[in-house]
């Protein structure tokens, strides 16, 4: 069943990465929400800048009109009396003070923009990480398959050598039907161990952005990382986890937010200011026209007396916020800290069970050589043949799964470490 594979067929896990980074429609969402709280994060957005605005308006009317004026001025009545108006205006309207809370919300926005990125890195370190786990569950299941195949091909052998044997008289029935019948399985799993490897192959091209039905080869070929330290890897989480960052920064937003709301206490000043210019025709009347033009311009200062209580009940939430955002952020250190000792753990067991099982095949392939010697020899019965077999093919995927597991491990502790994005080559 294995057909030769030339390099620029096999899908790195690099390559993977780059395609997850590129087509992965999470990550494409995430990072255009990033995006959009960046765009929003402006001083004009927070009140900081003055506004400028152009305003025009014309009016035309035709009526009947009647005219009573005082004794010894005559009436005037006249059907179909135009009358027209322009008017035109640039107005400047700016806060020149609001107890400093435009700042407030501009630095607001600005954490926004930043807890807006963390979270597009976070939606990016999960992806990789349910592509790292396809892609090594891909690699291990095409071990399988070649381990599946290689038991196949030792059953095939087994049965034609039983069959020769019974054909020669030298092999009962019962030893024929007892090597088909393990045939028979073999076969069986076989097809199961192409079934689980095309189903993980679909999952991994969904989340790469890709159709389901691409091809794809994996490499097998696995390098460690060596000589990470566990109290390193903590210091560097409380730098760089991403759940630490989102924390901080939502603390810091809560902070913010209680300073806007106690800007909601101080003085207001605005300031005003415009040009306009107004042209007015009258059809009838005293007046025929008005023309007038020039600048008006005014301050107006507001002083929250009574509100009853809005402004202190905002305050008071904003504080308990920002006492939340605190604690919160002291409880996600403990927690992240405790993710990176149990990931170390994890990853130091995993290291050891992989030297363990690699010792085991070892013993196990030596077993079976021995078994198949003595076997072909008439010395042993197909059963204990049959157990070696099956020992050495649960050994040799006991080492694969235990490699790829320590190799997931690895990068799972990178993670809560918040080192994987650079082990990678990711940029966030």
Known sequence: MGLPVSAQDTLSLERAVLLALEQEHGVLIARNEAEVADALATPGNAGLLPRLDATGRGTYNNQDTRLDFIEGIPDVEQSGVVSTALTGQVGLSYTVFNGMGNFA???????????????????????????????????????????????????????????????????????????????????????????????????????????PEEPVIVARVTNYAQGLDEERLVSEAMQYNVVVLSTMTRMRMAEADERIAKALRWPRLDLSASYGLSDQVNGVGIVLGTTTQGFNGGLTLSVPIYDGGRVNSQTKVAQLRAENAALSEQQARLQVERDVRNAFTTWSAQRKVMRIQQDAVSTAQLNFDRTRELFQSGQLTGLQFRQAQLDLANAERQFVVSGFDTKVSELQLLRVSGGLLATLGAAP
């Open 105 to 211: 919300s501009l630095q607001r926005s600005k954490l926004n923009a930043e807890l807006a990125d963390l979270q597009s890195r976070a939606q990016l370190e999960g992806t990789l990480t349910q592509v790292i786990a396809l892609y090594f569950a891909l690699a291990a299941l095409d071990e399988d398959v070649a381990i599946t195949q290689r038991i196949l091909d030792i059953s095939l052998d087994r049965f034609a050598r039983q069959e020769g044997k019974a054909a020669l008289g030298g092999a009962g029935r019962l030893d024929v039907l007892n090597a088909q019948v393990d045939l028979q399985a073999d076969s069986t799993s076989f097809i199961l161990a192409m079934e689980r490897r095309a189903r993980t192959a679909r999952d991994l091209n969904v989340l790469l952005g890709r159709s």
